[in-house]
């Protein structure tokens, strides 16, 4: 079933988007193959956090550079994500040890030897955690930033004329304007992924329990962790944009 949903989904985005999706195809299995490595290394041992981090880079580039080429808007963008990615870095370490949510929610999962599974994993569960926050933050943050930095790009085309300052407030209000459906999103993924859940919540859950629930608060604190990594990044990708944007000297503009 899963390979009939796969060709199906392949030979749609061909017929319909052409070219440009292809390259979205090949983008996204890269990636899948980058994350992938990401488990792998992970399991091997390496330090989960450090080959995660480079994981996102390594997706940054591909996203971004591969899949809508190297031009001023994805340099823009890529440098604000780096930006936004390095001021959050700090941010995830405190959330994730004020909210104590690494590990295996109790509810989601049983393991017993019985059942052929090791609750004895020998990891660090809390730098695993961290690294799934970076994760789900760095894929909104440069959706937004590549929102933001190429609607910005058609108003400095079509306005030449305009200063600095104006080209950030624009930023700023094109920011404004998908960030509710960014957010929403983020927010309906996570209610949908979690549907079955919600009712099990409500059957055998106080509201008290189900806020203090390692499961509820694991995907809350991903999905406000990312949404938070959106607010910030708009103005940080709305003034690199509109500096680069002004100063051609600095970087060519391509379409």
Not at 32 to 58: K, N, Q, W
Not at 99 to 111: H, L, T, W, Y
Not at 224 to 239: F, R, T, Y
């Amino acid at each position: 079933m899963i390979s009939a949903l796969i060709i199906i989904y392949i030979l749609a985005s061909l017929v319909i988007g052409g070219e440009k999706t292809a390259k979205s195809l090949v983008t996204l299995a890269t990636n899948a193959v980058i994350l992938f490595a990401v488990i792998l290394l992970t399991e091997m041992g390496f330090p989960a956090l450090a080959v995660t981090a480079a994981g996102c880079v390594c997706v940054s580039l591909v996203t971004l550079f591969f899949q809508n080429e190297i031009t001023v808007k994805t340099k823009a963008a890529l440098l604000s994500v780096f930006i936004v990615i390095a001021v959050m870095f700090g941010f995830l370490f405190f959330v994730e040890a004020r909210a104590n949510i690494q590990g295996f929610p109790v509810g989601q999962f049983e393991f017993r030897e019985s059942n052929g599974y090791s609750a004895e994993i020998d990891f660090n569960m809390t730098m695993l955690e961290i690294s799934v926050m970076l994760m789900v933050l760095i894929g909104a943050v440069i959706d937004t930033a590549l929102s933001v930095t190429s609607g910005l790009y058609e108003v400095y085309l079509n306005n030449k004329n305009l200063s600095r300052n104006e080209l950030f407030r624009s930023g700023l209000s094109i920011g404004k304007n998908i960030l509710s459906s960014t957010v929403n999103t983020l927010f309906f993924i996570f209610i949908a992924e979690y549907f079955t859940l919600f009712i099990q919540f409500i059957q055998y859950y106080t509201f008290a329990q189900m806020l203090n629930s390692k499961e509820f608060c694991q995907q809350v604190i991903s999905i406000a962790v990312s949404a938070i990594g959106c607010v910030l990044i708009i103005p940080v990708v709305s003034a690199i944009s509109s500096a680069k944007f002004k100063d051609q000297s600095f970087f060519s503009i391509r379409k």
